[in-house]
């Protein structure tokens, strides 16, 4: 009887693992058939870019983390926080390798914002927003600015991440000719340039970053490139440093 029973529980704790073992490699099936949520290494983006500096300096980000626009680092709408990119200007071959810590942008069509220090080299800075092309690599890539140019590789039916977008307004840009923690010394410097030209638009905008005043001289309104160009050197002939801003991001 005894004997009879150590059978019947063998049999059972036999059919007990075999279940087990059964549930464990459905399970581990299952797990190998899921997509994971990390981002697919050597995807393409194509589109614009823009830059954001100064005015969000240490402004809390999407991912959490501080936004310092001395580090390599980028906003996209969906990737995940964390994702390298390689970012080239196509017209010269240029290129940064970034990471996004950061959601946007969510205008013009642009599929990136890059820190400044990471726009400068690619000339976005200067231009205030251009056409890239990003590709995602490895997380050991090193962030900064890639050696040498690189080739962009040519647009590929199979890019599942090639981003359509439509055509945007023509860009305008204004000459910023400085920036003051001080209203009056903001105030000053927005009498001289109007003593300088009478007719030329000047004022002073007012912003407010990590709790400091920040007035910035703002001369012109929506101009075209090649206007803004020749205010800010009219400015620099009469001893006033500035600096051509894209109106759209200011």
């Not at 529980?9 to 059964?22: E, R």
């Not at 017209?91 to 990471?99: D, I, P, Q, T």
């Not at 946007?104 to 080299?121: F, K, M, N, T, V």
């Not at 030209?197 to 001369?219: H, K, Y």
């Amino acid at each position: 009887m005894k004997f009879k029973q150590r059978q019947n529980l063998s049999g059972l704790l036999m059919m007990w693992l075999t279940a087990l073992l059964l549930v464990a490699t459905s399970l581990s099936s299952f797990a190998d058939d899921t997509p994971t949520a990390t981002a697919s290494k050597g995807a393409v983006l194509r589109g614009r870019a823009s830059w954001y500096g100064r005015e969000h300096q240490g402004h809390r980000t999407s991912s959490g983390t501080r936004f310092d626009r001395n580090k390599y680092t980028c906003a996209h709408k969906t990737l995940p926080f964390g994702t390298k990119l390689r970012v080239t200007n196509p017209s010269n071959g240029k290129a940064v390798v970034v990471e996004v810590t950061d959601r946007g942008p969510y205008r013009h069509q642009r599929i990136l914002d890059l820190s400044e220090i990471a726009a400068r080299p690619l000339d976005i800075v200067r231009m205030g927003a251009l056409g890239v092309v990003a590709e995602i690599v490895p997380d050991d890539t090193p962030l900064g600015p890639v050696a040498g140019t690189v080739t962009v590789p040519e647009p590929e039916a199979t890019d599942v991440a090639v981003t359509e977008t439509t055509p945007e307004t023509e860009a305008t840009y204004v000459v910023q000719a400085g920036t003051f923690g001080e209203l009056r010394n903001a105030e000053a410097l927005m009498a001289q340039i109007k003593s300088l030209d009478a007719q030329l638009p000047v004022a002073v905008r007012q912003d407010n970053v990590n709790g400091r005043p920040l007035n910035r001289v703002i001369v012109g309104q929506r101009m075209p490139r090649s206007v803004a160009d020749d205010v800010w050197q009219r400015l620099q002939n009469r001893g006033i440093n500035g600096l051509v801003r894209q109106a759209e991001n200011l």
